[in-house]
T-cell receptor
């Protein structure tokens, strides 16, 4: 069965500092991987996705993520965090095939201090 | 172009009651999935509808049921509500077999 682990429940960074959020997945084949962001009381917004090809993917809002098959990881990075990035971030893996089930991690809550 | 819309935004029910939540998918999308997000948790997959049939189901009891209409909109029904059903219920849509799913803002269900 597919699964996602986000080991950091809560991260605090200073505005302007770099950010890395960790994600490890378990899936038998090449996965589809996603990062979503959720602001309080809101739905999920897609930041970026990996299907195949280049292992470094660029997303919206200056985020990027790197797929490392050997480490079963898909970590999210941003070189300089803005106060508006404070939110909860979810990593997700999707099974291939027609009926695609999305499995989410438990999320990492990001706090940005001035 | 409207995205995924859900109604109502908030709902308060008491234990034992029944509730129906509604979802209109993004234009051009024919597959609808429902998720339950408890406070402080990631979304948990409930089920997915395509061509008006339930195609996949997560680990949820039969109290959770759904429906998809010919216009692709969908309903989530929960019977015999329990306190533990309090959560944000998210609807997501996509073209069949394609990713990513697009999410609505959810319905916040509170059980008293």
């Amino acid at each position: 069965a597919q699964s996602v682990t986000q080991p950091d429940i809560h991260i605090t960074v200073s505005e302007g500092a770099s950010l890395e959020l960790r994600c490890n997945y378990s899936y038998g084949a090449t996965p589809y991987l996603f990062w979503y962001v959720q602001s309080p009381g809101q739905g999920l917004q897609l930041l970026l996705k990996y299907f195949s090809g280049d292992t470094l993917v660029q997303g919206i809002k200056g985020f990027e993520a790197e797929f490392k098959r050997s480490q079963s990881s898909f970590n999210l990075r941003k070189p300089s965090v803005h106060w508006s990035d404070a939110a909860e971030y979810f990593c997700a893996v999707v099974s291939s095939g027609g009926y695609q089930k999305v499995t989410f991690g438990t999320g990492t809550k990001l706090q940005v201090i001035p | 172009d409207a995205g995924v819309t859900q109604s109502p935004t908030h709902l308060i029910k008491t234990r034992g009651q029944q509730v129906t939540l509604r979802c209109s998918p993004k234009s051009g999308h024919d597959t609808v999935s429902w998720y339950q997000q408890a406070l402080g948790q990631g979304p948990q997959f409930i089920f997915q509808y395509y061509e008006e049939e339930e195609r996949q189901r997560g680990n949820f009891p039969d109290r959770f049921s759904g429906h998809q209409f010919p216009n692709y909109s969908s309903e989530l029904n929960v019977n015999a509500l329990l306190l533990g059903d309090s959560a944000l219920y998210l609807c997501a849509s996509s073209p069949f077999g394609n990713q990513p799913q697009h999410f609505g803002d959810g319905t916040r269900l509170s059980i008293l």
